[in-house]
C-alpha cells in the first residue's frame, strides 16, 4: 500500500484489509473480485492484482509464509527492487540495500550527485552507494534510520542541516549547495483524453456495468461504459456508438449529466457522462450473471469494485435525477 500511497492514507485501508484478510491464506483463497474490492479507492490496481498472485504463490511454493531472502523476494509478482530489500532487511534483518524517495536525497545531497535520482546514471549510483555503506551488523536500523533522517531532518525544503548527524560528510553542504540537490527534471504535460460515459438504466433501474480487462488500467474492475470518439466523430455520435455495440437503444433521447475528470499518471482523462434509459435489443447481449456486462440493483453496486472515476460519475448521477 505504501508504495504510491502516503502512511496516513494507506492506514485506514490497510487496518480494514487485515480485517477483512488476515494472513497470507485468506489473501490466497480470496478472489479477485474481493481483492479489488478491498483496495477500492487506494487507486493503482496492478499492486493489488499482483499481492493476490503473490499470495498465491507464497502458499503455493513458500508453505503460504513470506519468504527472507532476497532472490525468493524478488520472485514474487509486484516485489521489485525496493520493496524486496525493505522485506529483507526491515523484515528479516538481512544485508540488502534500499533506495526510496527519502534515502535518495540524503545520498543525492551526500555525495553531491549530478544526476537526476531517476535517470539510469542516478540509479546506479544510488543502488551502488546504498550498497557500499550498508552495515552487515544490523542492516534493519540502518536502512530504517536513513529513511527517517531523510523523512524528519534532510527534507526536500529546509533542511535541518544543524541537526544532522552525517553533515560533516556532506558534499552538498560542504559546497553551499544543499537546496540545488537532488537533481530535478522537468515534468510533461500529461495528454488530455475526451470521452463519453454511459451511465444506462433499464426498466427496473438496475445499472449496466462492464468489467475491464484483467490487466492494464483499472484491470478487474467494474464501470459503467465508456469510450474515446474515433477522429471526427462528435460527442453525440460517439455515445450512439457505444449504444449500438452494447445492442442497445434508448427509451428517450440521452440526457448529458455533465462532465466527471481524473488524472492519472500518463495522462487526464475527461468524460462526457450521459444517463440513458435503454431496452434492450432482440439482437442484444445477453447480460449473463457471469459475464463481463452485467445489471446491478442499486443495493448491489457497492459490492462492485469500481475505480474513482466511476464513483465520479454515480456521484454526477445522483445530482442530476431522471
Same mark, same amino acid.
Given at each position: 500500500? #505504501?508504495?504510491?500511497?502516503?502512511?496516513?492514507?494507506?492506514?485506514?485501508?490497510?487496518?480494514?484489509?487485515?480485517?477483512?484478510?488476515?494472513?497470507?491464506?485468506?489473501?490466497?483463497?480470496?478472489?479477485?473480485? *474481493?481483492?479489488? &474490492?478491498?483496495?477500492?479507492?487506494?487507486?493503482?490496481?496492478?499492486?493489488?492484482?499482483?499481492?493476490?498472485?503473490?499470495?498465491?504463490?507464497?502458499? *503455493?511454493?513458500?508453505?503460504?509464509?513470506? !519468504?527472507?531472502? #532476497?532472490?525468493?523476494?524478488?520472485?514474487?509478482?509486484?516485489? %521489485?527492487?525496493?520493496?524486496?530489500?525493505?522485506?529483507?532487511?526491515?523484515?528479516?534483518?538481512?544485508?540488502?540495500?534500499?533506495?526510496?524517495?527519502?534515502?535518495?536525497?540524503?545520498?543525492?545531497?551526500?555525495?553531491?550527485?549530478?544526476?537526476?535520482? $531517476?535517470?539510469?546514471?542516478?540509479?546506479?549510483?544510488?543502488?551502488?552507494?546504498?550498497?557500499?555503506?550498508?552495515?552487515?551488523?544490523?542492516? +534493519?536500523?540502518?536502512?530504517?534510520?536513513?529513511?527517517?533522517? %531523510?523523512?524528519?531532518?534532510?527534507?526536500?525544503?529546509? /533542511?535541518?542541516? %544543524?541537526?544532522?548527524? @552525517?553533515?560533516?560528510?556532506?558534499?552538498? =553542504?560542504?559546497?553551499?549547495?544543499?537546496?540545488?540537490? /537532488?537533481?530535478?527534471?522537468?515534468?510533461?504535460?500529461?495528454?488530455?483524453?475526451?470521452?463519453?460515459?454511459?451511465? @444506462? =438504466?433499464?426498466?427496473?433501474?438496475?445499472?449496466?456495468?462492464?468489467?475491464?480487462?484483467? $490487466?492494464?488500467?483499472?484491470? %478487474?474492475?467494474?464501470? !459503467?461504459?465508456?469510450?474515446? !470518439?474515433? &477522429?471526427?466523430?462528435?460527442?453525440?455520435?460517439?455515445?450512439? =456508438?457505444?449504444?449500438?455495440?452494447?445492442?442497445?437503444?434508448?427509451?428517450?433521447?440521452?440526457?448529458?449529466?455533465?462532465?466527471?475528470?481524473?488524472?492519472?499518471?500518463?495522462? +487526464?482523462? &475527461?468524460?462526457?457522462?450521459?444517463?440513458?434509459?435503454?431496452?434492450?435489443?432482440?439482437?442484444?447481449?445477453?447480460?449473463?450473471?457471469?459475464?463481463?456486462? $452485467?445489471?446491478?440493483?442499486?443495493?448491489?453496486?457497492?459490492?462492485?469494485?469500481?475505480? =474513482?472515476?466511476?464513483?465520479?460519475?454515480? *456521484?454526477?448521477?445522483?445530482?442530476?435525477?431522471?
Amino acid at each position: 500500500m #505504501l508504495q504510491q500511497t502516503q502512511v496516513d492514507t494507506a492506514l485506514p485501508y490497510f487496518e480494514r484489509w487485515m480485517e477483512r484478510f488476515p494472513d497470507v491464506a485468506a489473501v490466497a483463497a480470496a478472489d479477485q473480485q *474481493a481483492v479489488l &474490492k478491498a483496495w477500492e479507492g487506494l487507486g493503482y490496481y496492478s499492486r493489488a492484482r499482483n499481492l493476490h498472485r503473490a499470495a498465491r504463490e507464497m502458499v *503455493a511454493r513458500h508453505g503460504g509464509e513470506l !519468504p527472507g531472502d #532476497l532472490q525468493s523476494l524478488l520472485g514474487l509478482p509486484g516485489i %521489485g527492487r525496493y520493496t524486496a530489500g525493505a522485506i529483507a532487511s526491515i523484515g528479516f534483518n538481512r544485508p540488502a540495500p534500499i533506495v526510496d524517495g527519502n534515502i535518495g536525497r540524503v545520498l543525492a545531497r551526500i555525495f553531491a550527485l549530478e544526476h537526476p535520482p $531517476r535517470s539510469p546514471e542516478g540509479q546506479r549510483n544510488l543502488w551502488g552507494w546504498a550498497e557500499a555503506l550498508l552495515t552487515r551488523r544490523n542492516p +534493519r536500523d540502518f536502512n530504517q534510520g536513513l529513511m527517517e533522517l %531523510g523523512a524528519l531532518v534532510c527534507r526536500p525544503r529546509s /533542511p535541518a542541516c %544543524g541537526d544532522c548527524p @552525517v553533515a560533516r560528510f556532506c558534499a552538498a =553542504r560542504a559546497a553551499g549547495r544543499v537546496s540545488h540537490y /537532488p537533481l530535478t527534471t522537468p515534468g510533461k504535460e500529461r495528454p488530455l483524453r475526451e470521452g463519453v460515459m454511459a451511465l @444506462v =438504466r433499464d426498466e427496473q433501474s438496475n445499472l449496466l456495468l462492464r468489467r475491464r480487462e484483467p $490487466r492494464g488500467l483499472w484491470g %478487474g474492475l467494474w464501470e !459503467p461504459p465508456w469510450l474515446e !470518439p474515433d &477522429k471526427g466523430e462528435t460527442t453525440r455520435e460517439a455515445l450512439m =456508438r457505444l449504444l449500438r455495440e452494447l445492442g442497445l437503444k434508448t427509451a428517450a433521447d440521452p440526457a448529458p449529466l455533465g462532465v466527471v475528470q481524473h488524472d492519472l499518471t500518463h495522462f +487526464r482523462l &475527461k468524460l462526457t457522462c450521459f444517463g440513458i434509459a435503454a431496452i434492450a435489443t432482440a439482437a442484444g447481449p445477453p447480460f449473463a450473471s457471469s459475464g463481463p456486462m $452485467r445489471w446491478a440493483a442499486a443495493a448491489e453496486i457497492a459490492a462492485y469494485p469500481l475505480a =474513482r472515476l466511476s464513483h465520479k460519475a454515480l *456521484a454526477l448521477e445522483r445530482e442530476n435525477p431522471g
